[in-house]
């Protein structure tokens, strides 16, 4: 069992940056696939980007390649999402996911993951 936390979401202005941290707590976070993803109003959860276990391998949305990096401290069983040059279509909530053994996907799809943290809303003004 995985606890996950997100946080540092916040409003800030287009072209701003932001971080996202997601605290994990429960049993051998090292041992779990990490994803992020994000809602929007009226729109179906989407991908956004997904680190492996070891931080070795990382996966973007289109959307997110160049803008945003995924990262991993497994000493503090923490994942990050560093944003940048925010636009107001990446206003979301945005949730961070676990996923444990074998993966036969590039992390994308939501079904993929077993454990799922409360969310936290970005807002990007224009």
């Known amino acids: 069992q995985v606890q996950l936390v ?10 701003d940056s932001l971080r996202l941290s997601c605290a994990a707590s429960g049993r051998s976070f090292s041992s779990y696939d990490m994803g992020w993803f994000r ?16 931080g ?9 390649k160049g803008r ?3 990262s991993r401290d497994n000493a503090k069983n923490t994942v990050f999402l560093q944003m940048s040059s925010l636009k107001p279509e990446d206003t979301a ?34």
């Open 68 to 70: 945003f990096t995924i």
């Open 39 to 54: 809602q929007a109003p009226g729109k179906e959860r989407e991908f956004v980007a997904a680190i492996n276990w070891s």
């Open 93 to 126: 909530v945005y949730y961070c996911a676990a996923h444990y053994g074998v993966v036969t996907t590039d992390w994308s799809p939501p079904n993929e993951y077993d454990y799922w943290g409360q969310g936290a809303q970005v807002t990007v003004s224009s």
């Open 56 to 64: 070795g391998n990382t996966n973007y949305a289109d959307s997110a």
């Open 6 to 15: 997100e946080s540092g979401g916040g409003l800030v202005q287009a072209g």
